[in-house]
């Protein structure tokens, strides 16, 4: 069998408001105008205490007297508030209070007022007070007097616990009539408007309803006639205890609805009964029903405040009042009780359902930030984790609320063999899978698809610039470069966005060992294109083919009689090499070393000497250099007396070395004559 209470039973705000009062300050000397609710039982709990209903405040001379949810009218507020020895506690519902006050208004304004309800019940007569009992009452759109229509100014309220459907009929009537001007305030509770909703909801899908209130009670009767109509087994009680239970057993649904004046406890006792299960507590009880009710962790709900105290909020929800919403829990920077208005609906989450239902105002905001993270997480976004360790799978982090797992093959392309150098890192990372709920929020996520991602757009960007290069240089094209790279074979040099390669022996004309003797890392430099290989990405560049040859500038720089200082670099039979300067090298034939007859150059001289020499020959078109240290030698006296062998090895000496020298400048045409340089 299932059994559902409707959400909205037990006391209503204004009602539990006055029984909360009665039962804190009840004691002889405390007096209730009027029947404080329609429920028996409650009252003779309240009377125990000693505490008087009275039906007039004339027989009131002193003590303390307790004004009922209903309200009363202005004038016997006026005729206490001259009783000096008589403290009044207000306890009028904030609702009934918000019709009183519109109704004076009016009525100050000279609107006739109309007053949707029952004249006889005790709101309604209490309304009418704060217009001097002018007020028209209707309780049906049926004859209602011409009075209205011919009004010229006319406002509507309703008794707040009048049933919508009526009051609307009766509305449509005065509207239609063409009444000038109406002001019209709906001011029927919406506890009410719930509560015959809910009834209405529950008795067309229950077997049998049990409805729980006062045999007075007009928002009872309400519920009543509203259930029938829906549900021919529905039973009126007046207390728990005056219901069939073996009948109501036999239904495979039951419901239960209650009046505002019927305490929750009473809608329990019936759920327990028919449950059959025992409890020691309200607590319990509640406890049970959430759990039947499926009332869960995480669940939003829309509550009423109905007290605020320096502690926080009381609300009520479903029925069940004095739930607690502590300051904390609020969602305000700083507290203010009198910021928060009785009757305000807010909405909350459930924190936790046992041992009693506890709820947060404060995470409702919370909620609301995480859902919107959780919608930014599953639109394809890039997030920092960072990391905080890693287990078998993979590694793990946190992002907001959220655990982050990365699993191994997600880290990066490629085997990553140690996940714990991660720990510390900070990962940009895109979510894979989102799990938000209340009990998990965690994040499956890899870097690995930014990285691949990356690397396509990068190989595409490449690819273009690729296209666009090979297509804007042609061979033998002069470009600008920037060395970025040396390398031992050559300089690489960045030709518009690519690599182009400038080979070791295209740098310069004379030999280098290192690319860093001729460019400079950073630099830009011209450069000529020598090859172009497309298909496999190979661009050769040259340097050297831009710079004039150093035997191309010898005649500028050089001229015959010139004295130069260079290194020997190497030694021929016939003479020495000397290096005038990179590139260019001049023969000093073995005659021109010295005065005296050498027949062999390395006598006299070994490769690294430095030299000083005259230039006696240059040849530029030939790339020769005749060169003589012995010019600048002055020439000693010569021997009187010689040999006779010596002449001969002198002479057949100076023939062969003449003969090199001939070899090796053979087609010159020197200025100098050599013959006669060497002849002197
Ligand atoms: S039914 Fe509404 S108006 Fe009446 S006492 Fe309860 S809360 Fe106030």
Not at 471 to 484: K, P, R, Y
Not at 617 to 622: D, L, N, T, V
Not at 638 to 662: C, F, N, R
Request: with cysteine; net charge negative; proline share 2%.
């Amino acid at each position: 069998m299932k059994i559902t209470i409707a959400k909205n039973s037990g006391f209503c705000v204004g009602v539990k408001k006055a029984v909360d009062t009665a039962f804190n300050i009840g004691k002889e000397g405390v007096y209730i105008l009027g029947e404080l609710i329609h429920n028996e039982s409650v009252l003779e709990k309240i009377a125990t205490l000693g505490v008087k209903t009275i039906e007039s405040i004339d027989e009131l001379e002193s003590g303390t007297l307790i004004i009922r949810s209903h309200g009363v009218s202005k004038d016997i507020l006026d005729k206490l508030s001259e009783k000096k020895n008589v403290e009044v506690i207000n306890c009028t519902c904030p609702f009934v209070q918000k019709i009183h006050k519109i109704v004076y208004e009016h009525y100050l304004k000279d609107y006739l007022i109309v007053i949707v309800g029952k004249a006889e019940h005790p709101e309604v007569i209490g309304i009418n007070g704060w217009c001097n009992n002018s007020a028209i009452i209707l309780d049906s759109e049926e004859n209602i007097p011409d009075i209205i229509f011919s009004a010229e100014k006319v406002c509507v309220v309703a008794q707040t616990t009048y049933s919508v459907e009526k009051f609307n009929k009766i509305l449509k009537k005065i509207k239609i009539n063409n009444v000038k001007t109406v002001d019209v305030f709906k001011t029927i509770c919406y506890t009410t408007m719930e509560r015959q909703a809910e009834a209405y909801k529950l008795s067309s899908k229950c077997d049998a309803m049990v409805v729980i209130g006062g045999n007075s009670s007009s928002n009872t009767k309400k519920l009543y006639e509203i259930c029938k109509q829906n549900c021919k087994a529905t039973y009126c009680v007046t207390e728990p205890n005056g219901l069939d239970y073996k009948k109501l057993k036999s239904y495979n649904s039951v419901g239960i609805v209650c009046g505002a004046s019927t305490p929750y406890e009473q809608a329990m006792e019936v759920f327990l009964t028919m449950e059959e299960k025992e409890v020691n507590t309200m607590e319990q009880a509640v406890a049970l029903l959430d759990e039947k009710q499926n009332l869960k962790k995480g669940q939003k709900i829309s509550v009423v405040i109905s007290q605020a105290n320096d502690d926080g909020l009381k609300v009520y929800f479903d029925g069940k009042t004095d739930i607690t919403l502590l300051k904390e829990e609020l969602a305000c920077e700083e507290f203010d009780k009198n910021a928060y208005n009785i009757g305000d609906e807010i909405e909350v989450i459930v924190m936790a359902t046992k041992p009693h239902l506890t709820l947060s105002q404060k995470q409702i905001l919370v909620l609301q930030k995480e859902e919107e993270l959780v919608k930014e997480l599953n639109n394809d976004v890039i997030i920092n984790v960072q990391i905080k360790g890693s287990n078998k799978g993979g590694l793990v982090g946190k992002y907001e609320c959220f655990d982050v797992f990365v699993p191994a093959r997600e880290i990066k392309i490629g085997f990553v063999s140690d996940l714990t150098k991660y720990t510390g890192k900070t990962l940009r990372v895109k979510p894979l899978k989102v799990e938000y709920t209340p009990r998990k929020k965690e994040i499956v996520a890899s870097q690995r698809v930014i990285l691949e991602a990356e690397k396509a757009q990068r190989d595409a960007e490449r690819l273009e610039k690729e296209e666009a290069f090979f297509s804007s240089i042609a061979l033998n094209d002069v470009v600008t470069g920037t060395v970025a790279r040396f390398a031992s074979f050559g300089a690489f040099v960045v030709v518009n966005g690519f690599d182009c390669l400038a080979h070791i022996s295209d740098l310069s004309w004379v030999n280098v060992k290192n690319p860093s003797e001729v460019l400079e890392l950073g630099k830009s430099y011209d450069f000529v294109v020598l090859k172009i290989d497309k298909e496999n990405k190979k661009v050769s560049i040259g340097y050297k083919q831009l710079q004039p040859k150093p035997w191309e500038l010898v005649s500028e720089k050089y001229a015959v009689g010139d004295v130069v200082t260079g290194k020997v670099v190497r030694i021929v039979d016939f003479g020495a090499f000397v290096e005038v300067e990179k590139g260019i090298d001049g023969l000093v034939h073995v005659s021109q070393i010295s005065h005296e007859f050498l027949e062999n150059p390395a006598s006299k001289l070994k490769v690294g000497d430095e030299v000083n020499a005259k230039i006696i020959a240059i040849i530029p078109e030939k790339e020769k250099m005749n060169l003589s240290i012995k010019a600048l030698i002055e020439a000693p006296q010569k021997e009187v007396k010689e040999t006779e062998e010596k002449p001969k090895k002198e002479k057949k000496a100076k023939k062969d070395s003449d003969e090199e020298l001939h070899s090796w400048t053979e087609s010159a045409s020197s200025e100098v004559s050599i013959a006669d340089l060497l002849n002197k």
